[in-house]
């Protein structure tokens, strides 16, 4: 499976983003999908996933209230809106995919098969 993270960027705080990944995988609707970021200087952390048809969803609870992941199965791709974005959300954001994981480790990184290239995401002061 192959995953191309797109829509990172520059942003002021308080702005938004949307990321988009796209799986090169036709059974896309049979894995789980999530997003997890990296910032400078720190440890990758767990951002959000999603379901096989769209539930259940899990945020972290930094970005509960200002994120929402979605996807649309018919095109291969998960997204990642982002709003009210602030200077922490400064990172790498990385695209990921699992056909197996299960509901208990969705926030385990080391649980998911599968990784996109990462995308940035810097937000200003």
């Known amino acids: 499976v192959q995953l191309q993270a797109s829509g990172g960027g520059l942003v002021q705080t308080g702005g938004f983003l949307r990321l988009s990944c796209a799986a090169s995988e036709r059974t896309f609707g049979r894995w789980v999908m999530g997003w997890f970021r990296q910032a400078p200087g720190k440890e990758r952390e767990f951002v959000a996933a999603i379901g096989r048809s769209s539930s259940p969803i899990r945020y972290a609870d930094s970005v509960k209230g200002r994120f929402t992941i979605s996807r649309d199965n018919a095109k291969n791709t998960v997204f990642l809106q982002m709003s009210d974005l602030k200077p922490e959300d400064t990172a790498v954001y990385y695209c990921?995919?699992?056909?197996?994981?299960?509901?208990?480790?969705?926030?385990?990184?080391?649980?998911?098969?599968?990784w996109g290239q990462g995308t940035q995401v810097t937000v200003s002061s």
């Open positions: 990921v995919a699992d056909r197996s994981i299960i509901l208990s480790q969705w926030e385990n990184e080391h649980q998911y098969d599968y």
